[in-house]
């Protein structure tokens, strides 16, 4: 080989070691980028999708993401923000496929002295979910409801008037959310929103800490011999024919129970709902023995505990009988006989003075 040849077969060399580490400098800085293109979207998915960057606390400190996240069944980052009359937003949301946003909104509300008891319109019954305790609540089946604040914060919801209170009110305005962790959301926010104003009620000890949500039975046929489980409890009336005498409760006795008494519609009228004609209460959770006293239920005094027997007819609007007379004719149940049988057979039970 001439020394002309070898020196170009040198350059040859060199040349295609230069080209190999160019491409191999290539190949880092692509999966360098690549790789950091991964870290970004993994930090935005987690930051987005996820709690994990998310703040600890929500709405000024009264909840923690953690329970926010566990109330509301969406999926994604969790956020909250207040506004300037208390009330609290949480929302759930992420844009990952398949993601569905949830929103929660917890508003103070002032309320009247009778609440939740109020003429032919309860806020509270047998077909809900009764949250028991020392802050006590009710929730429909999709987690809208209230919680009692303490007496002391009264002050805390607009258009306060003589006598009202004020509840904290649960609007679940979009998604599905956990019943059971919602209300736990509930009554902590409404216990943060209490203690921001100074009216908060000690803490609970351990056994009412944990008492949860008593979800409402399913609604079914009345035991002729024990209506709304009261042993009894009978009625001298009979159901029209066809329309079984049926019952849906909620709630425990040694708190705040309740019994809804309804008809059972005949098939050719099953999408028709008419819901409940009559409405009945045990009541002995303190913060709900006002309302009671306000609308002059039956008092007592049952194993040491004040007691009132809420009891409410509502009107048969979908029945062409509308006075005592004309129902009674029609085999409904006569206001009277329901009140007083109800009464007679639940103070048996509590064994009352």
């Not at 070898?6 to 230069?18: F, K, M, P, V, Y």
């Amino acid at each position: 080989m001439t020394e002309r040849a070898g020196a170009e077969a040198i350059d040859e060399h060199n040349l295609g070691d230069t080209r190999t580490r160019s491409r191999s400098k290539h190949r880092r800085a692509w999966l360098l980028t690549a790789g950091a293109c991964v870290l970004a979207l993994a930090g935005a998915t987690v930051a987005t999708n996820t709690n994990a960057l998310g703040p600890r606390e929500l709405c000024g400190g009264r909840l923690s993401s953690e329970d926010a996240g566990n109330g509301l069944d969406g999926y994604g980052r969790v956020t909250g923000k207040t506004d300037h009359v208390d009330s609290c937003f949480v929302e759930q949301s992420g844009w990952l496929p398949g993601a569905k946003d949830a929103q929660v909104a917890l508003e103070p509300m002032s309320v009247n002295a009778v609440d939740p008891f109020g003429r032919k319109v309860w806020d509270i019954s047998g077909a809900q979910n009764i949250l028991p305790g020392e802050l006590p609540g009710a929730f429909d089946q999709h987690g809208n409801g209230w919680v009692a604040l303490p007496s002391d914060c009264a002050s805390i919801g607009e258009g306060t008037a003589p006598g009202s209170r004020t509840v904290l009110h649960v609007n679940v305005r979009r998604g599905d959310v956990d019943p059971v962790e919602l209300a736990r959301l509930a009554r902590s926010a409404a216990r943060g929103l209490a203690a921001d104003h100074d009216c908060a009620p000690p803490v609970p000890d351990s056994e009412k800490a944990g008492t949860d949500l008593i979800e409402a039975s399913a609604v079914t046929r009345s035991d002729p011999a024990a209506v709304c489980g009261l042993t009894g409890f009978t009625l001298a009336a009979t159901p029209p024919a066809g329309s079984p005498l049926q019952e849906q409760t909620s709630g425990s006795r040694d708190d705040a129970w309740f019994c809804d008494l309804s008809l059972e519609q005949p098939a050719r009228d099953k999408d028709q709902d008419h819901g409940a004609f009559a409405r009945l209460a045990i009541i002995q959770n303190p913060t709900l023995l006002p309302g009671a006293k306000e609308r002059e239920f039956e008092h007592a005094v049952c194993g040491g505990k004040e007691t009132y027997f809420a009891t409410d007819s509502l009107t048969f609007e979908w029945a062409s009988p509308e006075t005592e007379k004309e129902r009674s004719a029609a085999s409904f149940f006569p206001e009277s006989d329901v009140w007083d049988r109800f009464t007679a057979a639940a103070r048996k039970a509590l064994a009352c003075d």
